[in-house]
């Protein structure tokens, strides 16, 4: 049986985003060197405000879903402002390091949340046997 809460069902949708981005930082450091890669990436911040927002809008008072939480992809586009060098490539290797850093502890926070969730779901579930 599957138990889910909008607690959950938000964490999961940030553990999916903070994913993608480690996915989408490695790809840009496995390409600092192919000439005229440009680096991608996508606004995390608004990226879950979004996913908030449409998990918000499929829920009714009780909280309970009327329609399931659609797990579209983050709209990722190319990262502007960054210092071309002279063969096209942007990617810079610093910036790609704290970008990992971090994906790397939104992932963990969002692993600890939903361990703690679960703990939380699993002692209301228990709570007559106590």
Excluded: C, W
């Excluded at 069902?9 to 192919?34: C, F, G, H, P």
């Excluded at 190319?78 to 704290?98: A, K, Q, T």
């Amino acid at each position: 049986m599957l138990i889910s809460t909008p607690m959950s069902d938000a964490l999961e949708r940030y553990l999916d985003l903070s994913s993608q981005e480690l996915k989408l930082t490695a790809e840009n450091m496995a390409n600092i060197d192919t000439p005229g890669y440009r680096a991608e990436g996508f606004d995390f911040a608004g990226e879950m405000g979004r996913s908030l927002a449409e998990l918000t809008a499929g829920q009714t008072r009780n909280g309970v879903a009327r329609k399931p939480f659609s797990q579209s992809a983050a709209h990722v586009g190319l990262v502007d402002g960054l210092i071309e060098r002279p063969d096209g490539n942007n990617v810079s290797m610093d910036r790609e390091s704290l970008n990992m850093a971090e994906a790397q502890l939104r992932f963990r926070t969002g692993v600890e949340l939903l361990k703690r969730e679960s703990a939380r779901v699993m002692d209301a579930i228990h709570v007559d046997s106590k």
